[in-house]
């Protein structure tokens, strides 16, 4: 007995004949030990400049490596600015974040052909920035409540309405 193997799920790419015409047991078909007419050997091996064009066009960003990385580049900065809230709201700014967000700011990245994308991007990119300059500001304190101010709010006169 031959073993069978069943694919499920697919077509039939063999149209209109009903299932007990296809089955002929006519000797045709594949078996197993079976020989054959002879082997047909190994297709010709192309030239080696035909490998070496392959790998340098492999090398060569595509417009769609390069979303590819705009779009990494926009995640990263996203990221970076999450932390920085994180930190902030911790009240524990570490100064390595920022270096990191000026660092990863400093990197001219290039512009996509997508108008939209690169609006997004410059979007990321303009907050980053104003942030950086929101902490490089010099820190002053802010200005203390006078506590007198806190006395007259409390304060209300009872008056009759009569």
Do not use: C, W
């Amino acid at each position: 007995m031959e073993p069978a193997m069943r694919v499920q799920g697919t077509s039939s790419t063999i149209g209109g004949a009903p299932r007990a015409a296809r089955r002929s047991n006519d000797g045709a078909g594949f078996k197993v030990g079976r020989t054959g007419a002879g082997s047909l050997g190994a297709a010709p091996i192309g030239s080696v400049g035909s490998i070496d064009a392959l790998l340098a066009l492999q090398s060569i960003d595509g417009p769609d490596e390069v979303e590819a990385q705009l779009i990494d580049r926009g995640h990263d900065l996203l990221d970076r600015l999450k932390s920085l809230q994180s930190e902030l709201l911790a009240g524990q700014l570490d100064r390595a974040t920022l270096e990191d967000l000026q660092r990863q700011l400093g990197r001219r990245a290039e512009r996509s052909s997508d108008p939209a994308l690169q609006a997004v991007l410059d979007d990321i990119e303009l907050r980053a920035a104003v942030e950086l300059a929101k902490l490089d500001q010099p820190t002053t304190a802010p200005p203390q409540p006078d506590p007198r101010a806190r006395l007259l709010h409390a304060y209300r006169p009872v008056t009759k309405e009569g």
